[in-house]
């Protein structure tokens, strides 16, 4: 089990005052990481961070606009400086928003693509300068299932998280010389704030349960294994994947 241990490695989990991001910076927490917790509403990132330092995990908040890049170059320069040096990234900032296509407003687009996909390049990009000087470091890139499947009234998400995929591909394929792994999870239906409206929705739940080969939605807790694995040294020559974790969902039509 020694592969999986994180002890003594600081990592960053950016939007993680709540639902996917704190249960993955929870999980890190658990197999040792040193976590820094990251979101724009500072007092929630608090009170995230005082109920996992309660739970006797070593954990910092420090807040900043993942969508802004001068902002993001000095949080990261921040963190490196004050905390430590970086040993992982998760990317999991992300945000959701449904409408017909042909009627999508202009602003949600770019909204998305700003919150979903250039957070992803401008945190990897800051944080990656400093592992490849250091040569080593583990770059998690949270997709979705949405990053090979379509559905109704999110096509925008679904072009996001198609780009997060492939941007993952890239990083490994750039950065993997320097001894950086890049990889992704893709989360399936999970039981989470973003998706209230969607639990609550009986018809909805009914489907998801007839189209996921595990017949129901998943829990945030069920991802912890896939972030520990990609955070640790048992994947050590695992580079450009997507782990899905979806009960199955992209494995069947």
């Not at 005052?17 to 917790?37: N, T």
């Not at 320069?77 to 202009?106: C, T, W, Y």
């Not at 704030?193 to 017949?215: H, I, K, Y």
Request: charged residues 20%; contains cysteine; glycine residues 12%.
């Amino acid at each position: 089990m020694t592969l999986f241990d994180l002890t003594g490695r600081l990592a960053l989990v950016t939007g993680s005052s709540k639902g996917i991001g704190l249960a993955l910076a929870r999980a890190l927490a658990q197999a040792g990481a040193e976590v820094v917790l990251n979101a724009r509403d500072a007092d929630r990132l608090e009170a995230s961070r005082a109920a996992l330092a309660a739970e006797g995990h070593r954990v910092h908040a420090v807040p900043f606009d993942v969508t802004d890049p001068a902002a993001v170059a000095a949080g990261v320069d921040r963190i490196e400086s004050a905390i430590g040096p970086l040993a992982i990234l998760v990317n999991n900032a992300g945000v959701q928003h449904r409408a017909p296509l042909q009627d999508f407003p202009h602003e949600a687009w770019r909204r998305l693509l700003a919150t979903n996909l250039d957070s992803v390049f401008f945190v990897g990009q800051a944080v990656a300068r400093h592992m490849i000087g250091r040569g080593r470091g583990k770059i998690i890139n949270v997709g979705s299932v949405q990053s090979e499947l379509a559905r109704p009234g999110i096509a925008p998400y679904t072009a996001t998280k198609g780009a997060v995929k492939m941007l993952t591909k890239g990083m490994a394929t750039d950065w993997g010389r320097h001894g950086l792994q890049c990889n992704g999870i893709g989360p399936g239906y999970f039981r989470t704030e973003l998706n209230q409206a969607l639990v609550d929705d009986a018809t909805f739940s009914a489907w998801l349960a007839n189209r996921t080969p595990m017949g129901r939605w998943g829990e945030v807790e069920e991802l912890a294994g896939a972030a520990v694995f990609l955070a640790s040294d048992a994947s050590s020559f695992v580079n450009g994947h997507i782990l899905y974790v979806d009960g199955g969902i992209t494995a069947s039509l």
